[in-house]
């Protein structure tokens, strides 16, 4: 067999909560993600995902990076480093947004939350960390005319003391959930949350700010910014409290295959990646504001909204078992068994495949079929005929058919 | 689980010799490892296999592995059942989850084989 992908080139970080994921999903169930290690799965992908659709899931994001921007200028800082407006967030509120390079191209896909005027948490994709990290120095290294040395400052702050990292908990069940852990006073503010919208809960039992935001596409679903050093207690707490609500820990697989049935996008697969796509690709043009006077990647960002030729779409396909599974770059095929594009992401949820694939624009419809061709996957295959790389515009014969979906699901 | 009666390789495949026939599969650790399989690609009958060569290929939902043979010689039954029920692998993959059978082209293909010891030790080393 060969090894599953172990990338043991340097050492992968162990996250605050290891000793718990070692306890409950065991060692070879960890797997190297972004530089630390993290469980696929507990119990099992399908339970997990299950269970953040009908009860509610629990998952260490605590490797996510959780910056921390202040000062006089961070406003300005931030509207002219990302592509949404944040001088129309107020404290209290967050917004997906995305950082872009001098061409357009996209960094990381981001959510800005806006604690304070002038205070605010950014959280960047774990596999970002350090280029994004380096990305906002370099800007207010140069931009000293826009933003004088030590107007912002830019803090990780799962490293600081007080600090926080992310904990999330997703799914229908996951406000009762909270019910039980936060004071009775707070109950009213939680459930009047709306989505994209954020409360701290300070008291002297649990210091949390709790965000409406997540991964899953569930409406009812919340990220927990804690202190690092309570974070074992805040997931062995929920845990414990709400185990007849079924709530239950929830790996990187359930993560992929929930963000995948949503149509939510992973960087480097829907956004930038090899075909370098673009947030307008991805479905998300509400999150470039090119009314803003100005922002890093403007310019190229604005050519390319007038001109870009493809999108990213979300296809069902069966799956019952002895279906061979999709793959990325796997090619999508239209009715005229021409390939139009290919599967970025894919995963198989119950005895349906879903599909994230690029695709050229105008060619597809909702509600429409659609067919696969799957790529070849070993030497083998190749040998047979099958083509490792199927190019746009072939002909090929279809292996799996299967339909349109709505870019987004609905939960 | 380390059963007595077979040999083992590196790549956490199974043989179970017998005279000039082998019975082939994957492992235990390789199972757990995989998590529920949901796909099986067996060799074709009369297919021949070297030594480490390719045999096949497993997926499950967050992987897809090469199964390489732990024998020479040329297939002559493979598991057809596991194409429609490929999680028996998962249920018992060192009986109904078995994946061919080779008529060996080797009279001693335990020298390239671990023993039962070896390769708990292997695992053990590896953990």
Redesign the interface.
């Known amino acids: 067999?060969?090894q599953?992908d172990q990338d043991f080139v340097s050492q992968p970080k162990k996250t605050v909560l290891y000793d718990r994921h070692l306890a409950l999903a065991g060692?070879?169930?960890l797997a190297p993600f972004a530089g630390y290690l993290l469980p696929?799965?507990y119990s099992?992908?399908?339970a997990e995902h299950k269970a953040v659709r009908t009860a509610a899931g629990l998952f260490d994001v605590t490797h996510m990076c959780v910056l921390g921007i202040a000062g006089p200028a961070a406003l300005p800082f931030l509207d002219y480093l990302t592509t949404n407006s944040v001088a129309a967030l107020t404290p209290g509120r967050a917004q997906y947004s995305y950082i872009l390079d001098d061409h357009g191209h996209v960094l990381d896909d981001i959510i800005v939350y806006c604690l304070a005027p002038s205070r605010y948490m950014v959280v960047v994709n774990a596999a970002n960390t350090q280029k994004i990290k380096a990305w906002s120095a370099q800007v207010l290294n140069t931009q000293t005319d826009l933003f004088s040395p030590g107007s912002v400052t830019v803090l990780d702050i799962r490293h600081e003391s007080p600090g926080r990292v992310d904990l999330a908990l997703q799914g229908p069940a996951s406000l009762f959930a909270l019910f039980r852990l936060i004071p009775s006073e707070y109950h009213l503010r939680l459930e009047s949350l709306k989505t994209f919208e954020l409360l701290h809960v300070d008291s002297p039992q649990i210091d949390l700010i709790i965000a409406r935001t997540g991964y899953t596409g569930e409406k009812i679903a919340f990220e927990l910014f804690v202190d690092p050093s309570k974070a074992p207690w805040l997931w062995d707490t929920l845990l414990d409290l709400c185990r007849d609500l079924n709530v239950i820990p929830c790996g990187l697989?359930a993560r992929d295959?929930l963000r995948i049935e949503a149509g939510l996008p992973l960087y480097g697969h829907e956004l930038d990646g090899p075909d370098l796509i673009s947030p307008y690709q991805a479905g998300y043009p509400w999150a470039v504001k090119l009314n803003k006077p100005e922002f890093i990647g403007k310019t190229a960002i604005a050519a390319h909204a007038a001109s870009f030729r493809s999108q990213i779409v979300r296809l069902s396909f069966p799956?019952e078992?002895?279906?061979?599974?999709i793959?990325p770059g796997d090619a999508v095929l239209d009715k005229f068994n021409t390939c139009i594009g290919h599967v970025t992401s894919s995963?198989?949820i119950h005895d349906t495949q879903i599909a994230l694939a690029l695709v050229l624009s105008g060619k597809i419809e909702v509600d429409q079929p659609i067919a696969l061709y799957y790529a070849s996957?070993?030497?083998?295959q190749t040998q047979l005929g099958r083509l490792p790389r199927p190019e746009q515009n072939m002909k090929l014969e279809p292996d799996l058919k299967g339909l349109v979906l709505p870019r987004f699901a609905k939960f | 689980m380390v059963p007595e009666n077979l040999l083992y390789t590196r790549?956490?495949?199974w043989a179970r010799i017998d005279g000039d026939t082998a019975t082939v599969g994957?492992t235990d650790?390789?199972q757990?490892?995989?998590?529920?399989i949901?796909?099986i690609?067996l060799p074709k009958i009369s297919q021949s296999l070297a030594v480490h060569g390719?045999l096949g290929?497993?997926?499950s939902?967050?992987?897809?592995?090469?199964?390489?043979s732990p024998v020479a010689g040329s297939v002559t039954e493979i598991n057809k059942v596991l194409?429609?029920?490929?999680?028996l692998i998962n249920k018992d993959c060192y009986g109904a989850g078995w994946l061919c059978r080779v008529k060996l082209t080797d009279p001693d293909p335990s020298k390239n084989l671990l023993s039962p010891a070896q390769y708990q030790q292997f695992l053990e080393s590896n953990?």
């Open positions: 067999m060969t599953t060692q070879s169930r696929l799965w099992g992908i399908p697989g295959s799956g078992k002895g279906i061979r599974p793959r995963a198989g996957r070993n030497a083998a | 790549d956490h495949e994957i650790h390789a757990e490892a995989l998590g529920d949901t796909f690609e390719f290929s497993v997926e939902s967050k992987a897809a592995s090469d199964i390489y194409t429609v029920q490929p999680d953990a």
